[in-house]
T-cell receptor
């Protein structure tokens, strides 16, 4: 069975500092991996996804993530945090064993950005 | 930009009552999903729906739950007799196709509180 673990339910950084949100997955088949962001009172919005090909994936708002098979990780980074990045971030894997592309989520990480 | 909408944003109900949560997926999407997030827990898959049929459902999606696409635009989740443990945020999502690498677009959620 596939699963996702996000290390750290809350991460706090200063504005301008590096953002690193950790995600590890478990999958017996090559995974499809996603990062979603949820701003207050809004739906989950796709930041980026990895399916095949280049392991460094660039997304919206300056975020990127690197798929590392040897470490079963898909950590999300941004070189310089902005106040507007404060939100909840979800890592997810697509269940390749099921009939449809249902997503299996991690527990989420709340990012706080301090001025 | 097209988006998934959900109504109501909040609903409070008494235990044992029926509730219907409504979603309007993106108009040219063919696959529809419901997920839920109990406070402090992971976002969990409930059900996927395609071509007027359930494609896949989780063990959470028991006989108390049903989904319907009553017309060409709405997609509903009905909980027949609500329990305290049904209190959660319910997210609707849609995608153009059901492929497992396909992006799912999420609505803002309905927060259900069962008293």
């Amino acid at each position: 069975a596939q699963s996702v673990t996000q290390l750290g339910s809350h991460v706090s950084v200063s504005e301008g500092a590096l953002v690193l949100l950790r995600c590890n997955y478990s999958s017996s088949v090559p995974p499809y991996l996603f990062w979603y962001v949820q701003y207050p009172n809004q739906g989950l919005q796709l930041l980026l996804k990895y399916t095949t090909g280049a392991t460094l994936v660039k997304g919206i708002n300056g975020f990127e993530a690197e798929f590392k098979k040897s470490e079963t990780s898909f950590h999300l980074t941004k070189p310089s945090a902005h106040m507007s990045d404060a939100a909840e971030y979800f890592c997810a894997v697509s269940d390749r064993a099921g009939n449809t592309g249902k997503l299996i989520f991690g527990q989420g990480t709340t990012l706080q950005v301090k001025p | 930009e097209p988006e998934v909408t959900q109504t109501p944003s909040h609903q409070v109900t008494q235990m044992g009552q029926e509730v219907i949560l409504r979603c309007v997926p993106i108009s040219n999407h063919l696959y529809f999903y419901w997920y839920r997030q109990i406070l402090g827990q992971k976002v969990e898959f409930l059900v996927s729906f395609y071509n007027n049929e359930i494609s896949e459902k989780s063990e959470i999606f028991d006989d108390q739950f049903s989904v319907e696409r009553p017309d060409g635009s709405n997609f509903t989740l009905k909980i027949r007799s609500t329990k305290l443990e049904d209190s959660a945020m319910y997210f609707c999502a849609s995608s153009k196709q059901g492929a497992k690498l396909e992006t799912q677009y999420f609505g803002p959620g309905t927060r259900l509180l069962v008293l």
